[in-house]
Antibody, heavy 119, light 117 residues
Framework: QVQLQESGPGLVKPSETLSLTCTVS?????????WGWIRQPPGKGLEWIGS???????YYNPSLKSRVTISVDTSKNQFSLKLSSVTAADTAVYYC????????????WGQGTLVTVSS | NFMLTQPHSVSESPGKTVTISCTGS????????VQWYQQRPGSAPTTVIY???????????RFSGSIDSSSNFDSSSNSASLTISGLKTEDEADYYC??????????FGGGTKLTVL
């Protein structure tokens, strides 16, 4: 069974770049599927940030596209999120998840990691 | 940008039935592109319905999904629904619909807080 785990700094300063890594176990990223990032500000709803196909193609939320980069390190079976020029509005729990296909749900959600943007 | 709209909150008594709607902003929601998630406080979401009306193993058959059949000549519509029958206090949670649009974008609804009184 696939398992995903987010890791990264819990505190980021305004205007800096948020960097998170998702480590995947139980499945090789390079074998297939989409891999995505979702966030949830405290007390608010879920927001899709972006997804990456196993081949490397990336798809981003239009509202975040100018600041987001998703990349993969197949040697470590990890994929990463970078969000630049962060503000307090980027404070959220960040989740990574797998998407087997466009008609399929996000699954294998990580436990989530809280990132706070504050000086 | 494609958006999904849900009621902010619903409430109902134990044993009753509740329906949560999810309406697309434009175009159509293909029924097989709609997923529903349950999220309890402090936990990641879990899938209760996928591809519009399919239930993962382990999800009680009290949970069902459907699309609005009032406007479809085919399988497209602009709204979907999650129905929970025989409500239990353990069903109290936030519920999110999610879909996928033709621009390779995934979208979540704003979420509905279900209170079981």
């Amino acid at each position: 069974q696939v398992q995903l785990q987010e890791s990264g700094p819990g505190l980021v300063k305004p205007s800096e770049t948020l960097s998170l890594t998702c480590t995947v176990s139980g499945y090789s990223i390079s074998s297939g599927y989409y891999w995505g990032w979702i966030r949830q500000p405290p007390g608010k709803g879920l927001e899709w940030i972006g997804s990456m196909y196993h081949s490397g193609s990336t798809y981003y939320n239009p509202s975040l596209k100018s600041r987001v980069t998703i990349s993969v390190d197949t040697s470590k079976n990890q994929f990463s999120l970078k969000l630049s020029s962060v503000t307090a509005a980027d404070t959220a729990v960040y989740y990574c998840a797998r998407i087997v296909g466009a008609t399929q749900p996000f699954d294998g959600w990580g436990q989530g990691t809280l990132v706070t943007v504050s000086s | 940008n494609f958006m999904l709209t849900q009621p902010h909150s619903v409430s109902e008594s134990p044993g009753k039935t509740v329906t949560i709607s999810c309406t697309g902003s434009s175009g159509s929601i293909a029924s097989n592109y709609v997923q529903w998630y349950q999220q309890r406080p402090g936990s990641a979401p879990t899938t209760v319905i996928y591809e519009g009306n399919q239930r993962p193993s382990g999800v009680p058959d009290r949970f069902s999904g459907s699309i609005d059949s009032s406007s479809n000549f085919d399988s497209s519509s602009n709204s979907a629904s999650l129905t929970i029958s025989g409500l239990k206090t353990e069903d109290e949670a936030d519920y999110y619909c999610q879909s996928y649009d033709s621009s390779n974008h995934w979208v979540f609804g704003g979420g509905t807080k279900l209170t079981v009184l």
